[in-house]
């Protein structure tokens, strides 16, 4: 289970985040590429978007379902 007090850094202000368990698979980008990216030297992936829909909000839900390392957390 992701911990809020462990988010990444690059991680926009919003109830989706990505903790510091991330293991850079990059399944959420596959599932939700409008909202997760990967950073600069690909070790861990962020969330760089809040969810402005349901369709996007129902993405960043299967990223979070489908995440191997339990790193994407939801606050909302």
Do not use: L
């Not at 992936?45 to 939801?74: F, L, R």
């Amino acid at each position: 289970m992701a911990d809020v007090n462990n988010k990444v850094a690059e991680n926009v202000e919003g109830s989706f985040y990505v903790d510091d368990q991330c293991i850079a698979c990059q399944r959420c980008i596959d599932e939700a590429p409008e909202n997760f990216k990967m950073n600069e030297n690909f070790s861990h992936s962020y969330v760089y978007k809040q969810p402005e829909n349901d369709t996007e909000k129902k993405h960043c839900e299967y990223a979070m379902d489908s995440c191997p390392a339990e790193a994407i957390g939801n606050d909302g």
